[in-house]
T-cell receptor
Framework: DAKTTQPNSMESNEEEPVHLPCNHS???????IHWYRQLPSQGPEYVIH???SNVNNRMASLAIAEDRKSSTLILHRATLRDAAVYYC?????????????FGKGTLLTVNP | DTAVSQTPKYLVTQMGNDKSIKCEQN?????MYWYKQDSKKFLKIMFS???????INETVPNRFSPKSPDKAHLNLHINSLELGDSAVYFC???????????FGPGTRLLVL
């Protein structure tokens, strides 16, 4: 599986934007970039995913570098509820032999 | 309605016992997974089932046996529980070949 690198931790203030980076220099052409997050004492939660173009949904935006070797998850206005571990995961669609390989992720702290 | 549910939420048991964790999904997805999150918070896949057929089995001791009575259920049976089995177990559901998975709330297993 292609590997991703994320900072161990980041800090933000409430109602400010947060940019969570992810490096994936060995990404292949068919790998999707997925982001999940895990709130304290909960299961992982899907946030967003993309292939080449930037993506927006109600939770966040995903900015993908032109060479696809890095991406950034953007939370436009952080709330206390966004405090979680954020995982950047590369996935390759096709077939049923499919799994999510979680790294250490980035622990996001949101200050009131 | 909860998309992916697990029972029990907490399980405390003695070494050597046999226990089961149940998982049900109402999403209509054809692939279900079990993940284990250890005390260091690493999340790792254990099994995946597609249409009641075992697809992924990640070097898990054969004391662990998944059972899928139908597409909506994937139960995890553990024989001869050991101290090292203490962890949080997450069930997930997704569509074949897609990286978006929906996780249950987790079962916190403590082996004494």
């Amino acid at each position: 599986d292609a590997k991703t690198t994320q900072p161990n931790s980041m800090e933000s203030n409430e109602e400010e934007p947060v940019h969570l980076p992810c490096n994936h220099s060995t990404i292949s052409g068919t790998d999707y970039i997925h982001w999940y997050r895990q709130l304290p004492s909960q299961g992982p939660e899907y946030v967003i995913h993309g292939l080449t173009s930037n993506v927006n949904n109600r939770m966040a935006s995903l900015a993908i570098a032109e060479d696809r070797k890095s991406s950034t998850l953007i939370l436009h206005r952080a709330t206390l509820r966004d405090a979680a571990v954020y995982y950047c995961i590369l996935t390759n669609s096709g077939g049923s032999n499919y799994k999510l390989t979680f790294g250490k992720g980035t622990l996001l702290t949101v200050n009131p | 309605d909860t998309a992916v549910s697990q029972t029990p939420k907490y399980l405390v048991t003695q070494m050597g016992n046999d226990k089961s964790i149940k998982c049900e999904q109402n999403l209509g997805h054809d692939t279900m997974y079990w993940y284990k999150q250890d005390s260091k918070k690493f999340l790792k896949i254990m099994f995946s089932y597609n249409n009641k057929e075992l697809i992924i089995n990640e070097t898990v001791p054969n004391r662990f046996s998944p059972k899928s009575p139908d597409k909506a259920h994937l139960n995890l049976h553990i024989n001869s529980l050991e101290l090292g089995d203490s962890a949080v177990y997450f069930c997930a559901a997704g569509r074949t070949g897609k990286g978006t998975q929906y996780f249950g709330p987790g079962t916190r297993l403590l082996v004494l």
